[in-house]
């Protein structure tokens, strides 16, 4: 029996969705850097785009913003890390000992 209120699972047009952009974000998200926030937006996107398309596209663009910060942050600590080292390496040999 079915419920003639129930809204199908489809967007207005009819057409189903393709989930391949939340897919790859998914997948980018774990293999590189292993991002959890983008994961859990890619996560959350791919279960809201059949229902609330345009919910999902906005956890799909703020997955990549958040991507693109810890990924910034990412590289500004790998440049203090080797400014860090670089600094105790050329103050290792400045001391005389007795």
């Known amino acids: 029996m079915t419920d003639p209120n129930f809204a199908a699972a489809a967007p207005a047009g009819g057409a189903p969705v393709s989930k391949t ?16 926030v983008t994961l859990i937006l890619a996560i959350l996107g791919l279960v809201k785009a059949d229902t609330d398309l345009e919910t999902a596209n906005k956890y799909y663009k703020w997955g990549w913003i958040a991507y693109v910060i810890f990924l910034v942050l990412w590289i500004i600590g790998i440049i203090l890390y080797f400014v860090f080292v670089a600094s105790v390496v050329a103050n290792s040999g400045s001391y005389e000992t007795y």
């Open 21 to 36: 952009k939340w897919i790859v974000q998914l997948v980018v998200s774990v293999l590189c850097l292993g991002n959890i």
